[in-house]
């Protein structure tokens, strides 16, 4: 049987994902600042290879994950091609190392406050039920009202997870707030400079988790949880979300 110290751990593939992210993110803010227009063709990943200084691989993978995205399209025998741009907004409220982290960070938000708001459903009280429609109110109030809202935002999500009544969600929500601040900063400025149907649609996604929750829902917590998370995150990668 082997012991601890006979299990040999590579950090080959964590340092190529980050890399990936890193380009990823780079690419994604080219696309944000007008560097390459709809229907343009890409470098080819050898360009961008020695452009980047990495390896075709991960100049392969950052691409796959742009085109997951939808803003790009990969033809064969033609070459990678714009297919739709991120709001020119982004580039001027964060920078790739960070966009890569916000990215990062969406993943584990996903799998932490899609289950939160589930068990959330399962056991709210009145008391969270109170806390959270309160920080709904004072976000639509600070929304409508021309301002960002973020704090109330990230409070809505942290009361949510608080009403699961495991203490762990919220330490893990509370450890990951500067990077939810960052995405919500992004999104809300972008939301703000739009129209009031954009903003009207966010503030709807927050009343169906609320709604759902309060009724004990937990599917449908679970559901419109997800349908959010989802949706914020095309509202900064896609300027036509």
Request: a neutral charge; proline letters at 3%.
């Amino acid at each position: 049987m082997n012991t601890p110290t006979d299990i040999a751990v590579s950090a080959t593939p964590l340092r190529k994902r980050r890399l990936a992210d890193e380009i990823y993110a780079q690419i994604l803010l080219q696309l944000s600042t007008g560097q390459y227009r709809i229907g343009a063709r890409l470098p080819t990943e050898k360009e961008l290879s020695a452009s980047f200084d990495v390896s075709r691989p991960v100049v392969r993978e950052a691409l796959q994950h742009l085109q997951n995205d939808g803003l790009i399209d990969a033809r064969r025998g033609s070459g990678t091609f714009v297919r739709r741009l991120p709001p020119h907004e982004m580039a001027h409220y964060t920078e790739d190392a960070r966009i890569a982290q916000y990215m990062r960070a969406y993943e584990v938000r996903r799998g932490l406050e899609v289950e939160a708001a589930r068990l959330a459903a399962l056991r709210i009280n009145q008391a969270h039920r109170r806390r959270i429609g309160q920080a709904l109110s004072v976000m639509e109030e600070t929304m409508r009202g021309g301002e960002d809202g973020l704090e109330a935002d990230f409070l809505f999500h942290l009361e949510i997870a608080r009403a699961t009544e495991n203490d762990l969600f919220e330490k893990q929500l509370l450890f990951l707030r500067p990077d939810m601040m960052g995405t919500m900063r992004i999104a809300s400025t972008i939301t703000v400079k739009r129209s009031s149907d954009r903003k009207e649609r966010v503030l709807q996604e927050h009343r169906d988790i609320f709604q759902a929750i309060s009724a004990g829902d937990a599917e449908l917590a679970k559901l419109y949880m997800q349908y959010h998370l989802t949706s914020v995150r095309n509202r900064i990668i896609d300027d036509a979300n």
